[in-house]
């Protein structure tokens, strides 16, 4: 048997049922892409449903303002997601629906992987978008690389002619093999309940426990962080929005302890001034005479 036959059966019975995964709606189908780039899909879930009452088409999301979306955002992070999708919206109100990959990609804000998961779940097109999931079982199945890397796309592209299926529901396979790898094809993988493990490259392996598990199995991105400060700027910036957003408007030199409890004037004020020129330049923030508001 074929293994995306395989793959698809053990689907059926095992894939997790996800709203995102019930319709055809490619605005449906990116504000969920954006919303699990680096969210959890049982937040996403709760942020999912409010936001789609809230923008419930392109039409509706181009008309909401950096307010709006940044406060429908809130609690998810990395905030430039939000505004990036509105704009989305705004160039699809605009100019149509993109039909191929290669439209999509056009459009600021959307990269391969997004491209080329809206093309294969609104617009059923046969495509793999490869993201850490997908990576790790293709490279892992097809090419036997027990930790496969960015650097291996190129391979693992490929290979994903063959993988996926002529007829059949191949759209279902990406959706099928993201739950593998959320289940069973983890970091430390469970081959003797896998339905690949027979023809997977990388099976022996690990089930002859000879694999060496690493304590990071793909290179986490170096985040910016000042000075002593326990957590990166990210959490910090998440912090100031959040402030600004519920005080409505605030001057930059009252942030500091309101922020960051261990905030030293002397020390710090650069390091939040900062902060917020980059919020503003991400037009997260306004300033109107040294008031800050979203
Ligand atoms: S057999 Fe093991 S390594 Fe191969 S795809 Fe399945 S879980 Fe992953």
């Known amino acids: 048997m074929k293994p995306a036959t395989l793959l698809l059966r053990w689907y059926r019975v095992h894939g997790r049922d996800l709203p995102w995964r019930k319709t055809q709606d490619p605005y449906r189908i990116l ?6 780039q680096q969210t959890q899909v049982d937040r ?16 509706k999301l181009s008309l909401a303002t950096n307010a709006e979306v940044i406060t429908a955002w809130a609690g998810l992070g990395y905030n430039r997601r939000a505004l990036m999708l509105r704009d989305v919206a705004r160039t699809v109100n605009l100019n149509g629906l993109p039909q191929t990959e290669d439209e999509w990609l056009t ?16 617009q059923r097109k046969r495509t793999l978008p490869i993201d850490t999931n997908i990576r790790r079982v293709l490279g892992r199945y097809l090419l036997g690389i027990h930790f496969p890397q960015l650097a291996d796309d190129e391979k693992i592209h490929g290979c994903t002619e063959e993988f996926l299926p002529r007829r059949g529901a191949y759209w279902d396979v990406p959706q099928a093999i993201f739950d593998l790898a959320t289940s069973i094809c983890t970091k430390s993988p469970d081959c003797a309940r896998c339905p690949l493990k027979n023809e997977c490259f990388a099976s022996k392996n690990f089930l002859e426990k000879t694999v060496t598990i690493p304590k990071r199995s793909t290179k986490k991105p170096k985040e910016r962080q000042y ?5 990166p ?12 957003r519920e005080r409505v408007t605030i001057r930059s030199n009252q942030l500091g302890p309101l922020i960051d409890p261990m905030f030293d004037q002397h020390l710090d004020q650069e390091w939040i001034d ?5 919020l503003i330049k991400d037009k997260l923030l306004k300033q109107h005479r040294k008031r800050l508001s979203l």
């Open 274 to 278: 900062d902060m917020v020129s980059r």
């Open 44 to 59: 996403v879930r709760v942020y999912y449903k409010s936001w789609l009452k809230q923008f419930p088409s392109w039409k």
């Open 107 to 122: 459009i600021k804000g959307i990269g391969p992987y997004t491209a080329s998961a809206i093309s294969a779940f609104a």
């Open 233 to 244: 700027d990210r959490i910090y910036r998440g912090r100031i929005l959040k402030t600004v």
């Open 31 to 36: 504000v969920s892409e954006i919303m699990l």
């Open 227 to 231: 000075r002593n400060k326990p957590y």
